[in-house]
């Protein structure tokens, strides 16, 4: 499975939206040097969560940073290139050594700056699902310094008392190695690109079907744990609260979806359907957020991801084209989607940005 190839065409059909409105073409002039990170902007200033918890955005996913009795734990590492300027950020709330890095997935964009890291703490536990190192070293060029040294299948817990870690793996949905982790004594729990700027996530490797489980598997898996912080793979910090409504708007979407192609009506009215439940207003926006480094809106996500249900219900091939916007072409087996529908965002909706 190649899957850093199929992230690259993600990345750079997403990329160019955000990378092209900043930096509108020189004629004639040698191309700007390229940024670390694949022109994404880069880390910013680490922020707090709880008391030993913190936050990096930017530059890639979010990086969680546990500071722990004899050392710091790292939750994902952005984008290549970004390893120091991680640290430098680490060094401002804690000189512990960095002792694990665990990534809650493939992608490089959570992957990318482990190499750097593990280099000044050669001795750092590098923690995924066995699955994800799999899909790693799948690809022949891969990098060797992202590659772990430790995996685990269903679950793994690290620590005791406060410095306690949990993994849970919980079934393929973003990727085929998904891995949560749930810092008990912080009552967090951090998502990776399951839950990324609180909409629709981008579910290539899983699908439509795979993902709503996957997330109905781990609220299960939580229930009792008392879980308060739910921290996204990219965007913002969120609450047990909003997650379960994140769950249970990926399970309507999917049902939606069914219910409309089971009608023969076009994917676009599933959506529709959602947008009577005031409850899921937040997750089909039609506002590009702020800070947003790859992607569309809520709304445009929601679209996608019911027209990746109709390919998976009719048994056609899901191809990256999908889950990155292409329209759904008719076919004898379901009516097609409106183009406008997944369109990207115009240079007038990136200027408009909005917070949350
Ligand atoms: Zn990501
Ligand atoms: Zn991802």
Redesign the pocket.
Known sequence: MKFAAIFALALAASVSVTAAAQEPAREGAAPPPRPAGGGMPGPSAIEPITDNVYKIFGG??NTLVVVQQDGVVLVDTKMPGHGEAILNEVRKVSDKPVTAIISTHS?P??IGSTDFIREQYPDARVIMHETAKAEITAAPNHNPGVVPNETYTDRMTLGEGADRIELYYTGPGHTGGDTFVVIPAAKLLFMG?VM?WNMAPFLPAGGAAKIADEIDNLVAALEDKDIEIVVE??GHVNTWDGFVRFAKFNRALLNAAKAAYDRGDAPGTAVAELQRNPEFAELLDNRIKKGLEYGNTPLARAHMNVNIAFAEFAGEPVGFGLANGAPLPATDKHKGSDPKDTAPPTPEMLAAAVAK
Do not use: V, Y
Request: net charge negative.
């Open positions: 890639g996913g992608h964009d959570h690109d990324a793979g990219h």
